[in-house]
Each structure stands twice: as structure tokens, then as C-alpha cells.
């Protein structure tokens, strides 16, 4: 069996800053989701044509801003001019993407902790691994607790890993296939982040035995949460900033 490597995590983290509540992936999320007392976020990071890491989920911009096409094949200067805020509500009308470095010097300024989700246009997802394990090196250099970076990609991993070992990884899996724990173990991964519907007694434990910590995404309800708590899984990604008590 494996050790357990220490974790500076909280058990609850919200998804792309405060769930449903406010436009995905802005910095307007990430400050309601810290109003509800929530003290670590999760983001999703991707390259810009010119090399800028920056926060969106999708490949292309068509859902979360008024922009159109691949948002990987355009350059900042378009990105950053785009109204990431109307699709969500009027009283979000005009809030901007934000870069990586933006939210990461929010996060450090505030004491919040951050995982970023890799999140590669297809094709660049060695690059993007590099790029984002760079930039998170370089911004929270000295600061105590690093990011935590998670991936679906293993190549994106791999990319991570390259640039900075030293920054904790987690493999994000939607279904367990096989050679699953072979590709986190090579990865060098402390984390297996899982769809919360694979967690059972014995997937935590596999785990375990393995040196992985065990997480969760996306836990809205509260029969979920409450079966990942009574498995004593060590992270749960949750929408619903509203609802769980994260200090609780």
C-alpha cells in the first residue's frame, strides 16, 4: 500500500466558481462563490492562438459568450474583448474571460485555493498542459499550498508534469477504463477525480491502496453528497454554492 501524501484541500470546492449562480468561469463567479463562504474553486484553463492561458469550458464560444468559433484558434486581443456575462443574466451583461493569472492573483490575494482543469482545444493538449503547469508554477511560487491541476488528457498531464513536477496532479475519469490506475500512477497523479457516480467501497479503496486521493464532480444533491461523505472521499465538487455548507 502506498502513503497517502498530505492533503491541503478542503473536502468542498465549487465548480467553475459558484456553480449555476453566475456566469461560469468569471471572475464574478469566483467572488459570489467566496460570498457564500466557499474557499476553493475549480476552473477550466485553455490556450488562446497567441499563447494566453485563459478560463472557458467548451471548445468553442458560442454557449458562454457572444463570440462565435473555436476560442483556442483566436488570439487574446478578440478573446478579451468578448461579453462572457449576457448568456447568464442582464445583471451579469458585459463581464469579460478572464486569464488564468487574473483569477490566480485573486485567489492568492484572498487566500482561496484553486484547481485548475486542463482543458485543451483538441490537438493542443501537450501544449496547454505546459503552458498552464508553467504559468501556475510561476505564479504560485512561495505560496504554501500550490493548485491543483486535473486533466481528462493524459498527454495534458503529461505536458504538466514536464514543466513542473512539483505541482500536485489529479486524472479526471468519466468512466473507468481499463489500465485507469497504470496511466495515474505513470502521470505521477496524488488524485483520481471521478465522475461521483463510480464511488463505491471499493473504488475508494483501490484508490487508496494506490496513494490517490479521492474526489467527486458534479455533487448537486444532497443524497450524493451525503454517500461521498459516508465513504470519507476527500473532495467534492459541487454547483450548488447555495445549498452546502462548506465549513460544515
Known amino acids: 500500500m502506498n502513503a497517502l501524501a498530505p492533503w491541503p484541500y478542503p473536502r468542498w470546492i465549487a465548480h467553475r466558481g459558484a ?5 461560469e468561469n468569471t471572475l ?11 474557499r476553493m474553486f475549480e476552473c477550466d484553463a485553455k490556450l488562446s492562438a497567441d ?23 483566436q488570439a487574446w486581443s478578440q478573446l478579451s474583448q468578448l461579453d462572457a456575462g449576457s448568456w447568464h443574466s442582464r445583471q451579469y451583461a458585459g463581464e469579460p474571460i478572464p486569464t488564468l493569472e487574473a483569477l ?15 482543458k485543451p482545444t483538441p490537438g493542443t493538449e501537450e501544449a496547454t498542459g505546459r503552458a498552464v503547469a508553467g504559468l ?24 504538466a508534469r514536464e514543466v513542473a513536477p512539483q505541482l500536485p496532479r489529479g ?4 468512466q473507468l477504463h481499463e489500465g485507469w490506475l ?20 471499493t473504488l475508494v479503496a483501490s484508490a487508496r491502496q494506490a496513494g490517490l486521493r479521492t474526489l467527486s464532480y458534479t ?16 473532495g467534492i465538487i459541487s454547483d450548488r454554492v447555495e445549498l452546502f455548507c462548506p465549513a460544515g
Not at 469566483?30 to 466557499?38: D, E, K, P, T, Y
Not at 501556475?136 to 512561495?142: D, I, K, V, Y
Not at 486524472?171 to 468519466?174: E, P, S
Request: net charge negative; with cysteine; charged share 15%.
Open 28 to 38: 464574478a463567479a469566483f467572488r459570489l462563490g467566496a460570498a457564500h463562504g466557499w
Open 182 to 201: 497504470e496511466t495515474a500512477q505513470q502521470l505521477g497523479c496524488g488524485a483520481l477525480v471521478c465522475n461521483h457516480a463510480l464511488w463505491d467501497a
Open 104 to 118: 490566480a492573483r485573486w485567489c492568492i490575494a484572498n487566500g482561496h485555493l484553486l484547481n485548475i482543469e486542463i
Open 171 to 174: 486524472l479526471l475519469l468519466d
Open 219 to 234: 455533487v448537486n444533491d444532497e443524497w450524493a453528497a451525503e454517500r461521498l461523505l459516508q465513504l470519507d472521499t476527500d
Open 51 to 73: 499563447g494566453v492561458v485563459f478560463l472557458l469550458h467548451d471548445a468553442s464560444l458560442e454557449r458562454t459568450t457572444n463570440g462565435r468559433g473555436i476560442a483556442g484558434e
Open 136 to 159: 501556475a508554477a510561476r505564479l504560485w511560487h512561495g505560496q504554501s499550498v500550490p493548485p491543483l491541476l486535473t486533466s481528462f488528457q493524459p498527454l495534458a498531464l503529461s505536458g
Open 19 to 23: 456553480g449555476r449562480l453566475a456566469p
